[in-house]
């Protein structure tokens, strides 16, 4: 059906709120990439099976992913009368058992997550109470969603939508509230308006740099031209962050409505989604939304019937991390190779075909449905003086809870990583956040209660990037992970500029010294130096910040750097070059897996039989490589490293 | 590639500079390489300079001018799967494929490569075989992964 009026879109409401509460048990399995990486594929399988088997009408269907990505497969059961209950962790062996425990009334103990007795729903500013006349036995000890640590500090409101509606639903997006932001703007708001609302909401780019939204709008709309572009910027490069991926793979149509009501505000006639190579599920996810929204008169020609058209394109990326920057995208679509050129014309005056293009990032549009439908006042009122609103991150590494959360902008590094993240497991010491990806830095221990927002970040040495948060404890090696990064940033650097082409690969090459143990102490000064040079001569943000993994690691962990240095040693026991692994003879109980797994033959000793004894382990250190097989398969912790 | 493959892929997006890649990406898809032949051809095809349809080709991480193997595996070099130890997991696969990072096995069953971050991080260490995502890897979890892979 073609939406016309707000009456049409009412009518799409109503459809798609039977479809996200239908009138019987709705099973839904969590199959975004981190689900599906998991075996949610097989779990979906499964359960359908024995949907089947049972003969009882239950529905099944799909969504992304609920943030929680470390207890996936995730698999939610809702049905009217009773709490909606989450599972974790399940396997396609389990599946059958949650559905005929189901039918009893009762519940799977082991594989409960939480239950969820209401659902916010942040575009209409409301709060929709299940109602509860019969619960199943054995969920009484379940924390609530909204108790449970990992959820109670956040407040979605980019991440409203994924893991509660199928992103294959355009009527689920829209029973949620979708699309009437765009119906708002389009027949309630000129265009100035709109971009006023976003200048006041104090929205800024959540791709990295964090440049004022409203204002990049507004000089797009103001520059001249007859032919103006709207941009995406989905190619999420930074390594470590993926809410862009869970966005487009669970609600694809938030970016799009943004993306519209952006065109029209702009006064733009055609977009680009710029999707990465190695998102293929959200490459899919888009089409099929981009499809449906054309097919419902959304998008296209005379959208809603208001004389105002957008075409929206999808442009596949081909795997080249400098396409993120605003200048090289626009190259990379244009059919050139994808280096970036100066900026003394801004993109917005002269871009894609060196016409006016506004190119936001995926979480940015994203949040622009929320602003026109709840306001700027409301939307202001989140977040600190300088960055309003939430801001999601990927917390990962080495953190008992990984998964995406959002917090309001200001929350402290201790919230994040400890409260939410749950601190760091096996009892390991915290040392550091790594955020803003290769741009950013590592932030220490002593830094853990800062509020993080854009400017706190740049303050410390680090920035906010796209939200990546990458956890590090005492066994991550700080020079490794500068040199990590060179060699990211060495490899990803698309060579226009030599003082980011060489600088990148001198600094490397000095890194690499130092963790193979021939550093020297001037080789401190010389990385400070290069660095300087990299930056200050780099034509593009990947060049200008390509120091910034070393010269921050410097800044707060240059003890780490010395003892690489002067005493050839890697505290963190990481950097291979400086590593001897050892058997304790005490501890081993001779049983011989090591020397099964050994790859190099360096393992000498004879294992214990029920006739003999064996003789004593040793590890040959010529022949060792150090790849930590025998580490990793000793059950008895009988290796040590040194 | 048979011409007529390739017309069919270049009439599908037109024969504009901007869908470059994106009929390099499907060819690729059917190739899973870029003959040099195959480049030479859409040049005239698209009239694009070679010297610039090249430099596209080689431009990108995700072109190859290599033939590679039946199977791709893709190991995750993202900052989580590092600090997870993504690269332990590269090196057991490089000992047990008996190849570097790059090539591709003489049986051509497997080409193993590298990738900065498939966006699964709060699952690693993954790594990719055939466009599907392995999470939570060990070492000793290699060999396992692979057997079922002809």
Same mark, same amino acid.
């Given at each position: 059906?073609?939406?016309?009026?707000?009456?049409?879109?009412?009518?799409?409401?109503?459809?798609?709120?039977?479809?996200?509460?239908?009138?019987?048990?709705?099973?839904?399995?969590?199959?975004?990439?981190?689900?599906?990486?998991?075996?949610?594929?097989?779990?979906?399988?499964?359960?359908?099976?024995?949907?089947?088997?049972?003969?009882?009408?239950?529905?099944?269907?799909?969504?992304?992913?609920?943030?929680?990505?470390?207890?996936?497969?995730?698999?939610?059961?809702?049905?009217?009368?009773?709490?909606?209950?989450?599972?974790?962790?399940?396997?396609?062996?389990?599946?059958?058992?949650?559905?005929?425990?189901?039918?009893?009334?009762?519940?799977?103990?082991?594989?409960?997550?939480?239950?969820?007795?209401?659902?916010?729903?942040?575009?209409?500013?409301?709060?929709?109470?299940?109602?509860?006349?019969?619960?199943?036995?054995?969920?009484?000890?379940?924390?609530?969603?909204?108790?449970?640590?990992?959820?109670?500090?956040?407040?979605?409101?980019?991440?409203?939508?994924?893991?509660?509606?199928?992103?294959?639903?355009?009527?689920?997006?829209?029973?949620?509230?979708?699309?009437?932001?765009?119906?708002?703007?389009?027949?309630?708001?000129?265009?100035?308006?709109?971009?006023?609302?976003?200048?006041?909401?104090?929205?800024?780019?959540?791709?990295?740099?964090?440049?004022?939204?409203?204002?990049?709008?507004?000089?797009?709309?103001?520059?001249?031209?007859?032919?103006?572009?709207?941009?995406?910027?989905?190619?999420?490069?930074?390594?470590?962050?993926?809410?862009?991926?869970?966005?487009?793979?669970?609600?694809?149509?938030?970016?799009?409505?943004? @993306?519209?009501?952006?065109?029209?505000?702009?006064?733009?006639?055609?977009?680009?989604?710029?999707?990465?190579?190695?998102?293929?599920?959200?490459?899919?996810?888009?089409?099929?939304?981009?499809?449906?929204?054309?097919?419902?008169?959304?998008?296209?020609?005379?959208?809603?019937?208001?004389?105002?058209?957008?075409?929206?394109?999808?442009?596949?990326?081909?795997?080249?991390?400098?396409?993120?920057?605003?200048?090289?995208? @626009?190259?990379?679509?244009?059919?050139?190779?994808?280096?970036?050129?100066?900026?003394?014309?801004?993109?917005?005056?002269?871009?894609?075909?060196?016409?006016?293009?506004?190119?936001?990032?995926?979480?940015?549009?994203?949040?622009?449905?929320?602003?026109?439908?709840?306001?700027?006042?409301?939307?202001?009122?989140?977040?600190?003086?300088?960055?309003?609103?939430?801001?999601?991150?990927?917390?990962?590494?080495?953190?008992?809870?990984?998964?995406?959360?959002?917090?309001? @902008?200001?929350?402290?590094?201790?919230?994040?990583?400890?409260?939410?993240?749950?601190?760091?497991?096996?009892?390991?010491?915290?040392?550091a956040v790594q955020t803003g990806g290769p741009s950013g830095g590592c932030i220490p221990e002593s830094l853990i209660d800062m509020p993080v927002d854009y400017d706190q970040l740049t303050q410390v040495g680090s920035m906010m990037g796209s939200g990546g948060m990458i956890v590090m404890d005492e066994s991550t090696c700080m020079v490794d992970i500068a040199k990590y990064f060179m060699n990211f940033l060495k490899s990803e650097s698309c060579g226009k500029c030599t003082s980011c082409r060489e600088g990148t690969k001198r600094m490397h090459e000095i890194l690499t010294e130092i963790t193979e143990g021939r550093g020297t102490t001037d080789h401190i000064d010389l990385l400070k130096e290069l660095g300087w040079v990299t930056a200050e001569a780099s034509l593009c943000q990947l060049g200008a910040?390509?120091?910034?993994?070393?010269?921050?690691?410097?800044?707060?962990?240059?003890?780490?750097?010395?003892?690489?240095?002067?005493?050839?040693?890697?505290?963190?026991?990481?950097?291979?070059?400086?590593?001897?692994?050892?058997?304790?003879?005490?501890?081993?109980?001779?049983?011989?897996?090591?020397?099964?797994?050994?790859?190099?033959?360096?393992?000498?000793?004879?294992?214990?039989?029920?006739?003999?004894?064996?003789?004593?382990?040793?590890?040959?250190?010529?022949?060792?490589?150090?790849?930590?097989?025998?580490?990793?398969?000793?059950?008895?912790?009988?290796?040590?490293?040194? | 590639?048979? =011409?007529?493959?390739?017309?069919?892929?270049?009439?599908?997006?037109?024969?504009?500079?901007?869908?470059?890649?994106?009929?390099?990406?499907?060819?690729?898809? $059917?190739?899973?390489?870029?003959?040099?032949?195959?480049?030479?051809?859409?040049?005239?095809?698209?009239?694009?300079?070679?010297?610039?349809?090249?430099?596209? =080709?080689?431009?990108?991480?995700?072109?190859?001018?290599?033939?590679?193997?039946?199977?791709?595996?893709?190991?995750?070099?993202?900052? =989580?799967?590092?600090?997870?130890?993504?690269?332990?997991?590269?090196?057991?696969?490089?000992?047990?494929?008996?190849?570097?990072?790059?090539?591709?096995?003489?049986?051509?069953?497997?080409?193993?490569?590298?990738?900065?971050?498939?966006?699964?991080?709060?699952?690693?260490?993954? =790594?990719?075989?055939?466009?599907?995502?392995?999470?939570?890897?060990?070492? $000793?979890?290699?060999?396992?992964?692979?057997?079922?892979?002809?």
């Amino acid at each position: 059906m073609i939406i016309r009026t707000k009456n049409d879109l009412e009518k799409i409401r109503e459809k798609g709120l039977k479809s996200l509460y239908p009138g019987a048990t709705k099973i839904s399995v969590g199959m975004a990439t981190c689900g599906l990486s998991t075996g949610a594929g097989k779990v979906y399988e499964a359960i359908q099976k024995e949907i089947e088997k049972a003969k009882v009408r239950i529905l099944l269907g799909q969504t992304g992913c609920i943030g929680f990505c470390q207890r996936e497969p995730v698999v939610d059961i809702l049905e009217p009368g009773k709490p909606r209950v989450f599972y974790q962790g399940v396997t396609s062996e389990r599946s059958g058992e949650l559905v005929q425990k189901w039918l009893e009334n009762k519940v799977v103990e082991d594989l409960l997550f939480c239950k969820m007795e209401k659902e916010d729903r942040v575009l209409e500013g409301s709060v929709k109470n299940y109602s509860i006349q019969r619960i199943p036995a054995g969920i009484n000890g379940t924390p609530h969603y909204h108790q449970v640590p990992f959820y109670s500090k956040q407040l979605k409101i980019a991440l409203r939508n994924c893991g509660f509606i199928n992103p294959d639903h355009i009527d689920e997006y829209i029973a949620r509230g979708g699309y009437f932001s765009l119906y708002r703007a389009l027949f309630e708001m000129k265009p100035e308006e709109i971009i006023g609302e976003v200048k006041r909401s104090g929205l800024r780019g959540r791709g990295g740099a964090g440049f004022p939204t409203g204002n990049k709008w507004d000089s797009c709309r103001k520059a001249k031209g007859d032919r103006k572009f709207i941009l995406c910027n989905a190619d999420e490069g930074d390594p470590g962050a993926y809410m862009d991926r869970s966005i487009l793979e669970g609600d694809p149509h938030s970016v799009i409505e943004g @993306m519209i009501i952006g065109a029209y505000a702009i006064g733009a006639q055609e977009g680009f989604i710029y999707v990465r190579d190695e998102y293929p599920l959200a490459i899919q996810k888009l089409k099929i939304a981009i499809r449906q929204a054309e097919e419902a008169g959304l998008l296209g020609e005379n959208i809603f019937g208001s004389g105002f058209s957008l075409k929206i394109n999808l442009f596949r990326g081909g795997g080249a991390f400098v396409c993120g920057e605003s200048t090289a995208l @626009m190259a990379s679509i244009e059919g050139k190779v994808g280096e970036p050129r100066a900026k003394h014309i801004h993109t917005t005056e002269s871009g894609l075909w060196d016409k006016p293009s506004n190119l936001n990032n995926v979480e940015t549009w994203n949040n622009i449905p929320v602003i026109v439908s709840r306001g700027a006042d409301w939307y202001s009122k989140i977040g600190t003086q300088g960055s309003k609103g939430t801001k999601v991150f990927s917390i990962v590494g080495k953190v008992k809870n990984t998964g995406l959360i959002e917090v309001p @902008m200001g929350a402290t590094l201790r919230e994040i990583v400890y409260d939410i993240g749950g601190g760091v497991p096996d009892g390991k010491k915290f040392k550091a956040v790594q955020t803003g990806g290769p741009s950013g830095g590592c932030i220490p221990e002593s830094l853990i209660d800062m509020p993080v927002d854009y400017d706190q970040l740049t303050q410390v040495g680090s920035m906010m990037g796209s939200g990546g948060m990458i956890v590090m404890d005492e066994s991550t090696c700080m020079v490794d992970i500068a040199k990590y990064f060179m060699n990211f940033l060495k490899s990803e650097s698309c060579g226009k500029c030599t003082s980011c082409r060489e600088g990148t690969k001198r600094m490397h090459e000095i890194l690499t010294e130092i963790t193979e143990g021939r550093g020297t102490t001037d080789h401190i000064d010389l990385l400070k130096e290069l660095g300087w040079v990299t930056a200050e001569a780099s034509l593009c943000q990947l060049g200008a910040t390509a120091p910034n993994p070393v010269l921050s690691t410097l800044r707060y962990f240059q003890d780490e750097y010395e003892e690489h240095i002067i005493n050839k040693r890697c505290p963190a026991k990481v950097c291979r070059a400086l590593l001897r692994y050892r058997i304790l003879s005490d501890v081993c109980k001779r049983c011989g897996k090591c020397i099964k797994v050994c790859p190099a033959g360096a393992i000498t000793g004879k294992a214990k039989t029920k006739k003999e004894s064996g003789k004593p382990f040793k590890i040959g250190t010529e022949k060792c490589t150090r790849c930590g097989m025998c580490f990793e398969a000793c059950k008895f912790k009988a290796i040590e490293v040194e | 590639m048979e =011409a007529s493959k390739i017309d069919r892929i270049v009439r599908q997006y037109g024969a504009r500079e901007s869908a470059i890649l994106a009929i390099l990406q499907d060819i690729q898809a $059917e190739e899973k390489y870029l003959p040099r032949e195959t480049l030479e051809y859409v040049s005239q095809k698209m009239r694009i300079p070679m010297v610039h349809v090249f430099r596209i =080709a080689t431009f990108y991480n995700a072109l190859s001018l290599k033939p590679r193997g039946r199977h791709k595996i893709d190991v995750c070099l993202g900052t =989580a799967c590092h600090v997870r130890g993504g690269d332990k997991i590269l090196d057991k696969l490089e000992r047990d494929l008996g190849i570097s990072v790059g090539e591709t096995t003489k049986d051509k069953r497997f080409t193993l490569e590298s990738v900065h971050c498939v966006g699964c991080c709060s699952l690693g260490p993954v =790594a990719v075989i055939d466009g599907d995502v392995h999470g939570r890897l060990s070492q $000793e979890k290699v060999p396992g992964l692979l057997k079922d892979f002809k």
